[in-house]
């Protein structure tokens, strides 16, 4: 190696040195790339766990809606028959609504329930009472009894709470993976300032200007680098271990009370249940409703025979057997899937604080394995006397390596601290059971 003396040198040693100006710009470049690189190697694995999971939890979830939808139509047809068959659509636009809700839809799932129960009755008050003629009129006042009479028995009040408190849960959790993809993307790409960049270029190339190419950086001194170049994403680690907090508590409701796939697998089940209970009742409830709403106009006798025939509910409903229903959507089960997810957001927690250490230990580094004499301190092969500064930009004031600006913190990051802020507390309310904008019906 030739080396002279560094007058012409902007960062490294001005004494003796093996570096051209053109050499010490290029390692500038080089030190810029590998840290760059190592912030993105380390966060992509992070991003894709949450990619790979939300996809995984979105397409169980559609999935699940699909085949209950199919498990209820297949028992009607075989249950109702032709009658059912009639009164399809009422089914099919509860399962579109449901659906509509999951993927972000602006639906209030309480009044939507409430709204199917309603249009049911009025359905059902017809086909029981097939010697009268209603009017729309008349059946509005119906509708008005559904609360007072339960007709259904307590399959409504049962069924709409665990359906609200499931779907929020459900449709919460998966925003919840997104947000993290998104934040992982977003805060990874990081461009140190040109104070960052001089100190990157002091710890990993200056000592090969020196001719000491295969000295490590001390590890103490890495770690100071790497604050003060990741000052801003450690002001986010507060906010992501709450975040990740939150996220646990929701899994462990999907798990249990709010378990999507125990409220919509046996659907069909209950809402079958609700119309037989209303057949049993109809005597009392038509008698009760002629009181409140008035005697209805009976039809022609002709036709009323005939109505009896085609409406009478004949048939006897009978359940699935637990082992002839299916069992999965996508592959896998809720259970499986949130035992899988639970564990990798507990991995995930301190992600950000943790981010400095981990690059100065990455094997590129190795920094992690030198001697404390052995190892360069920024100026020469020798102790590292410096303590290490905290995490985050306030703690950078006093960091001995990289002049930190902190009364500049950085956008982008402010951005995601907010984007973190607003997931946690729609969270915190799944968690309870309440939607952002329904109040608790329980």
């Not at 559609?62 to 498990?71: F, G, Y």
């Not at 100026?379 to 600006?405: C, H, I, M, W």
């Amino acid at each position: 190696l030739l080396c002279f003396s560094g007058d012409h040198l902007k960062v490294c040693s001005q004494g003796y040195t093996c570096c051209s100006q053109e050499m010490e710009e290029k390692y500038s470049q080089q030190s810029k790339h590998d840290f760059r690189n190592a912030v993105v190697e380390l966060s992509n694995h992070l991003q894709t766990m949450f990619s790979s999971r939300y996809k995984k939890f979105d397409e169980f979830f559609k999935e699940l809606l699909e085949n209950a939808e199919k498990s209820l139509n297949d028992m009607f047809v075989r249950t109702y028959g032709r009658l059912y068959m009639q009164n399809s659509e009422l089914f099919k636009d509860l399962f579109v609504e449901l659906k509509r809700y999951y993927v972000g839809g602006n639906v209030n799932l309480e009044e939507m329930l409430n709204e199917f129960w309603a249009r049911l009755l009025e359905r059902m008050f017809r086909l029981v009472n097939p010697q009268y003629h209603f009017t729309d009129e008349y059946l509005e006042c119906v509708s008005k009894y559904t609360e007072q009479l339960k007709p259904f028995g307590d399959v409504p009040r049962k069924l709409k709470l665990q359906v609200t408190r499931a779907f929020v849960a459900a449709r919460t959790f998966a925003q919840g993976l997104a947000v993290a993809r998104d934040v992982v993307s977003k805060v990874s790409a990081v461009n140190p300032t040109p104070q960052g960049t001089r100190a990157l270029l002091k710890m990993m190339y200056c000592p090969h200007c020196r001719g000491l190419i295969s000295v490590k950086p001390c590890y103490n001194y890495c770690f100071n680098v790497m604050r003060g170049c990741l000052a801003n994403q450690g002001d986010l680690d507060a906010e992501w271990n709450i975040f990740m907090d939150s996220m646990l508590l929701v899994a462990e409701r999907l798990e249990g009370p709010f378990n999507i796939e125990s409220v919509m697998d046996p659907i069909d089940v209950k809402i079958s249940d609700a119309i037989m209970n209303m057949q049993e009742n109809s005597m009392q409830v038509s008698q009760k409703v002629f009181q409140g709403c008035g005697q209805p106009k009976t039809l022609a006798q002709a036709r009323s025979a005939r109505s009896v025939s085609e409406s009478g509910f004949s048939a006897r409903f009978r359940p699935y057997n637990p082992e002839e229903r299916p069992t999965t959507a996508a592959g896998t089960s809720l259970d499986r899937l949130v035992t899988d997810v639970k564990e990798k957001l507990k991995q995930a927690k301190k992600f950000w604080s943790s981010l400095p250490g981990n690059i100065c230990n990455d094997e590129k580094m190795s920094v992690g394995t030198v001697n404390e004499n052995e190892c360069w301190n920024g100026s020469a092969k020798s102790r590292y006397d410096f303590a290490v500064t905290g995490n985050g930009l306030a703690s950078q004031v006093n960091n001995p390596e990289v002049e930190v600006d902190i009364t500049k913190p950085d956008m982008v990051i402010r951005r995601q601290i907010m984007a973190l802020r607003v997931m946690t507390n729609k969270l915190k309310n799944a968690y309870t059971g309440n939607d952002v904008d329904f109040i608790d019906i329980s």
